[in-house]
Each structure stands twice: as C-alpha cells, then as structure tokens.
C-alpha cells in the first residue's frame, strides 16, 4: 500500500517538462506510467451518453468507468467499488470521469498514454474556432470505431421509451449554425453567473454536451443517446417533459426555448442567444366584441365606447403560429376521405395586417389581427395542426404545399419595416413532421446538411437521405427558415 500511496504522489506532480530534475526520478515516473494492460481495453462497449452514476452505489461523487465492461464505478481506493471490480474480475484500466485521467486499479497509478486521447475526445469533445468555421463548408464522412460512416450532425437520437418528440426539436436546433456554434464552444457560457440553487443552468450544460455529441467527427457509434439531456428536462421542468410519454413537440419546443434563454441570462430586455437567432417583432390589433347575448341596441351602444375601440400593441415572438382550415369531413365517391391541401401564403395571410380572427378568453370575445415589424434570422413557424377540447384531442390532416427555397415575407411587414428589412426571402433547413393519431403518433425530422446540400430524415437511429420534394408531401408541425444572406451572391448591407 506505501507503494501505491508514493506512486500516487508521483503522479500528482506533473513534471513531463521538468527533465532536468535528474534521471532516478524521470525513470520511477516512466514506470508509473506506463501500464501493461492498455491492450485489455474494449472501445466497442465504452458509452458515455449516459448518467455519470457508480452502477453499485448510484453515487454521482467520483466516477470511474471500467475500460474493459465499460461500467461505472465509484472510487478507486482500498474497499471501493471500483478497487473490488478490478480484483474480482481483473479489470485494471479505469477512467475518471470528472478528471479524465486514466488508472491502473488494483495498483493505483496514473497512466499517461497518447493513444488513450481517443477516449478523452469520446467523453468530452472540444472545438475549435477553425473547426467550427469548416462545419458547413464540408461534407466529409467520417467512420465511427463501430465500422459505421456518419455525416458529423447527421447522427440518430436514441428513443429511450417515449421521448422522439424532444428528439426532433433537439436534432432541428443542432442544425441552426449559430445555435449549434454557441453550444459547441464552452466558454461562451462558462462564465454566466447564475443564483445559489438554481437548477436550470443543468439544461445549458446538457445541450452543449449533446451539441458536441451530435457533431463530434471521431464518435464510437453513429449515434448518440440524449439521455443525459432529457433527464435535465424532465428535472428542469419539473416533470412536465418525461421519458416515457409521449409529449407535444411545440409545447417542448416553447418550453426549451424560454428556458434556455432565461438560463442563459437572458431577459425581456437583455439577449441570448436565443432570441438573437430566433426573435421577432409584431403588431398586434386588438378589438374587443360585446356579449353575443346583447340585443343589438346594446352591441352598437358598446362599440362606441373607449373600452371597445380598436388597440396596437408591440410584442416579441420567438415563433410564428399557422392557423389550417378547417379539415373537410366529407368522403368523395370511393368512400376515401380527402385530405385537404392549403398553399404556405393562405395560412401566412394570418399576418398581412387586413385578416381578422376571434379570439375567446373565459369572459371576453376579441377581434385581432397582426403585422410583422421585424424578420429574425431563423424564423420558426408553428402549423396548428392538434385542437383540444374537454374530451379529447384533434388533429388536422391538412397537408401544407409549401416552396423549400425562396419564400419571400415582405408583403407580410409593415411599410415601415419594409423600407428597413433589406432581406425577406427564407430557405426551409428544418421540417418536422407528426405521423399517425394525436396521442399515439411518432416524429421524425427533415435536415438540411449544409456542407453538402443535401435533405436528411431522421427518426430516432435512423436516418436516411431524402429528395427535396418528398418533404412537402408529410404532415408538417414544426419548420426552421434561414432567411437567406443575400439575394444575388451580393451584400446588401454594404450597399453593393
């Protein structure tokens, strides 16, 4: 045991430039150092998506996991876990989790080997500036240790039971660059200072390692569990997001959203980098209409009044909601019911300014109508598809045409926002899709893999290249629009 404790003492000292520190103690350090059973270890099983839990004692505090079965186990003194895996079973290369330094259990010594820096890179990527400025100029595949080829975030999500409704929202915004860029470096928000027992910064620390998963180049497996992620959501949000139930995409979406950004320090005043990628403005015309019981004497008498006249105001989105027609109940001649199909500029007439629409609170009846005022650089649209009601829940078939490319929102402005908007037109990059019933439906997401131009579908670990024109044909909810940085090849905004 005195061996082991000097060795261990040794190797706190990180002397790898102190050579002139004489020949006798380099040599005891090489020893130390070096291990014989580097060849035991087994890549094949090592998977470090999940919680960093000891499997024997559920303990969070000093993890190790076990190089050779790829288990967790805590400590690595004497009577430890650990410590009893490596005699029983001979297992003797461990991991710190926390440290990222490698052992050699029973003896307790550090080892320090280049050739275990793969392991490290799998447990926590990093990035550089460069790297992440090549991430959409390139369409390199990369070959996973599995054997498997992967396009760097183009990577399945594990579905643990019932969670491929946060899955998809969590693959769309792994594809919004300057979402995915801000995650991917650390120390963009290592720094932000949160209150005592605040639990919410869990979810910024999550998503950026699950960033780094989805778009690490050197991963083991062509695919990432999000297990980690989602047990900070259902954490986080108290338990309104689970694992094992089914959920609402856009309820998760808006929930995730505003969480973030106020984890993030972000405020109604101050930004993020959320409402930076994703907020907007808009007007909004509100009328107040009188009891439908009133006589009409009574309604006209009302809306001469203050409390009736028509009133602006200014608000922010972070997403757009699409109203569908109503779905047609009736059957055409072979007894098939119709699906229905409306063009995207129908439903985004909601926004021109003119179109009106009933509002019902508990109490009161509005008239209102909207008028954007400023285009942000990622627009969300939400297409209304589910209905509520006291019983149960409806969903609209309705299938929506739209353009990939090229839709232009300008007439969708205020004059005002017109003469200041230099670029309206958006290019799709992110299509979510619900297949089946309302409450037992599944997702699955379209991508844009911007290195190579090319349309992925992922659902869960699967993933598949698609053709354009086949993602206008699904039942869209949730679509991402890049509003497009020029329209000519030319910068706009340098008066070019």
Same mark, same amino acid.
């Given at each position: ?12 000292v ?18 130390s ?13 090592l ?33 430890s ?26 003896? +307790? $010594?550090?080892? @320090?080997?280049?050739?275990?820096? &793969? =392991?490290?890179?799998? !447990?926590?990527?990093? /990035?550089t ?7 959409d ?46 995650f991917?470096?650390?120390? +963009? $928000?290592?720094? @932000?200072?949160?209150?005592?027992? &605040? =639990?919410?910064?869990? !979810?910024?620390?999550? /998503? ?35 694992i ?31 409402t ?12 107040k ?18 409390d ?22 009736y ?9 229905p ?6 439903i ?20 209102k ?8 650089p990622?627009?969300i ?29 300008r ?30 439906g ?26 354009p ?9 949730i ?18």
């Open positions: 045991i005195m061996v082991s404790l000097k060795r261990e003492r040794d190797v706190d990180d002397d790898d430039d102190n050579e002139d520190e004489g020949r006798g103690r380099q040599t005891e350090d090489q020893r150092r070096h291990c014989p059973y580097l060849d035991t270890i087994n890549r094949s099983v998977d470090f998506d999940f919680e960093k839990l000891c499997s024997v004692s559920l303990s969070h505090i000093n993890v190790y996991a076990c190089l050779i079965c790829g288990k967790y186990f805590q400590g690595r003194g004497l009577k876990h650990a410590y009893t895996h490596s005699v029983q079973l001979t297992h003797h290369v461990f991991l710190n989790l926390h440290t990222l330094k490698f052992y050699c259990l029973p003896d +307790n $010594y550090e080892i @320090i080997d280049s050739s275990l820096e &793969d =392991i490290t890179y799998v !447990l926590k990527p990093t /990035f500036k460069q790297h992440i400025a090549g991430l100029k390139q369409g390199k595949l990369y070959r996973a240790y599995d054997g498997t080829t992967y396009l760097p975030g183009i990577v399945g999500l594990n579905n643990i039971k019932a969670n491929d409704y946060a899955n998809v929202v969590l693959q769309a915004f792994s594809n919004v660059p300057p979402l995915r860029n801000y991917l470096e650390e120390e +963009n $928000y290592w720094d @932000i200072r949160r209150p005592p027992g &605040d =639990i919410m910064f869990l !979810l910024v620390q999550r /998503f950026g390692e699950l960033m780094r998963k989805l778009w690490n180049p050197r991963n083991f497996k062509a695919h990432v569990s999000p297990h980690e992620m989602l047990q900070a959501v259902v954490l986080c949000s108290k338990k309104t997001f689970q094992t139930k089914q959920g609402d995409a856009v309820d998760f979406m808006t929930w995730f959203l505003n969480a973030l950004h106020g984890a993030l320090g972000g405020t109604k005043k101050k930004s993020s980098i959320i930076k990628a994703f907020q907007g403005s808009m007007r909004i015309f509100s009328k209409l009188p009891h439908p019981d009133l006589t009409p004497e009574e309604k006209e008498a009302l809306l001469h009044t203050e009736y006249q028509e009133k602006m105001s200014e608000s922010t989105f972070l997403f757009l909601t699409l109203d569908l027609p109503t779905a047609p109940l059957k055409d001649e072979k007894e098939q019911l119709i699906i199909q409306v063009p995207l500029f129908n985004l007439g909601k926004f021109n300014g003119n179109i009106e629409k009933e509002y019902k609170t508990y109490k009161e009846n509005f008239l109508r909207f008028q954007l005022t400023k285009l942000p990622y627009l649209f939400c297409i209304k598809r589910f209905t509520k009601n006291n019983f149960f829940v409806e969903k609209n078939p309705t299938i929506v045409n739209f353009p990939i490319t090229n839709v232009d929102l007439e969708y402005l205020t004059e005002e926002a017109q003469a200041t908007e230099k670029n309206t037109t958006y290019d799709l990059v992110a299509n979510v899709v619900h297949d089946g019933k309302p409450t037992e599944s997702y699955r997401i379209h991508v844009l893999h911007h290195g190579t131009g090319k349309w992925y579908e992922m659902q869960d670990l699967q993933v598949i290249d698609i053709l024109q086949m993602i206008t044909l699904s039942e869209a909810y679509q991402i629009w890049k509003r497009q940085e020029s329209s000519d090849g030319t910068n706009h905004h340098m008066g070019v």
